[in-house]
Nanobody, 125 residues
């Protein structure tokens, strides 16, 4: 069982930055691929970024590539999402997710077994 707790959300002006954190419980964190998703009001949850268990490989949605950076600290059981040059369309609840099976469908919510409760990010124009 893995429990995930996100933090770091808030209100920021367009062009600003935020760093989200996701603290994970359990002894398997260092062998688990992690990802961030987001869900805006009235929209489906969408993939944002993913990082392999080792941290050597990262993947991004086209809409955030070049602006967001996913990273992890396996010693602290934490994954991060650094968000720069934020836009109003980045406004959403951001969720941390864990994929213990390291599956191939990395952008699909069904690939992830564990989810956090979410943290709100609001970008004002």
């Amino acid at each position: 069982q893995v429990q995930l707790v996100e933090s770091g959300g808030g209100l920021v002006e367009a062009g600003g930055s935020l760093r989200l954190s996701c603290a994970a419980s359990g002894r398997t964190f260092s062998s688990t691929a992690m990802a961030w998703f987001r869900q805006a009001p009235g929209k489906e949850r969408e993939f944002v970024a993913r990082i392999t268990a080792s941290g050597f490989r990262t993947y991004y949605a086209g809409s955030v590539k070049g602006r967001f950076t996913i990273s992890r600290d396996n010693g602290k059981n934490t994954v991060y999402l650094q968000m720069n040059s934020l836009k109003p369309e980045d406004t959403a609840v951001y969720y941390c997710a864990a994929d213990p099976n390291a599956g191939a469908d990395i952008s699909k919510t069904s690939q992830y077994r564990y989810w956090g409760q979410g943290t709100q990010v609001t970008v004002s124009s």
